[in-house]
């Protein structure tokens, strides 16, 4: 939960679906007889497992608010960001590795998981800004840096998903220096927003929700 100004309290749910689960031959049939239409075209053609892994945590967090992915109506901003049409909730979607996870807020939220692995130091540099840099080659050891390069990717790639913007906000226009707990306030247009963060397993997730 985070709060705002005025001290209200915003909503904030994470729901995490291990794809491993889909294994199971009837997990995999009866998510795939719950998914949306699109969702099950989309698996028919390809990346079958990360479409029903994704429509499954969809359908996890929709039915926690008496609706069911197959039966939602999608809307989509300016820059494609998916909102549930005639619905008081906000959603934002993310996969990596072996999972698939969703975080549903009263407010503009955006998610992100990322499974780690060595660190890209070139990519780093490409799309970080100096300071993160520095704040991530100055960790301890190799695996801390490590560490600090996908723990920031996935708070800057929630910040964008939040804002709404995506791919279209830069990572190198807004910093982020966390420290051992982020609680980090950025303001954008003149709104507020806020970091939470999670480790599972060997992955980093971050989310980010409008204060």
Request: proline share 2%; net charge positive.
């Amino acid at each position: 939960m985070t709060a705002d100004k005025a001290g209200k309290t915003a909503m904030l749910e994470i729901y995490i679906y291990d794809m491993k689960k889909l294994g199971d031959k009837r997990e995999y049939e009866y998510r795939f007889s719950q998914a949306s239409d699109n969702r099950r075209k989309q698996a028919m053609r390809g990346s079958n497992i990360q479409n029903i892994a994704s429509a499954a945590v969809l359908d996890d967090a929709f039915s926690a608010h008496g609706f069911r992915e197959r039966d939602a109506e999608l809307i989509y901003g300016q820059y494609g960001k998916p909102y549930v049409k005639d619905k008081s909730i906000f959603f934002n979607l993310s996969h990596s590795g072996e999972y698939a996870v969703c975080a549903v807020s009263d407010r503009e939220v955006g998610i992100d998981i990322q499974e780690m692995g060595a660190l890209k130091i070139k990519v780093a540099r490409r799309y970080f800004t100096e300071n993160e840099c520095k704040y991530i080659l100055s960790q301890p050891d190799s695996d801390k840096a490590a560490d600090m390069f996908y723990r920031l990717w996935s708070l800057k790639e929630s910040f964008v998903k939040a804002v709404g913007l995506g791919i279209n906000l830069p990572f190198k226009s807004f910093e982020i220096i966390p420290e051992k707990k982020v609680m980090v306030l950025h303001t954008f247009n003149e709104k507020k927003y806020k970091f939470t963060e999670r480790d599972i397993d060997n992955y980093k997730l971050a989310v980010c929700v409008e204060c």
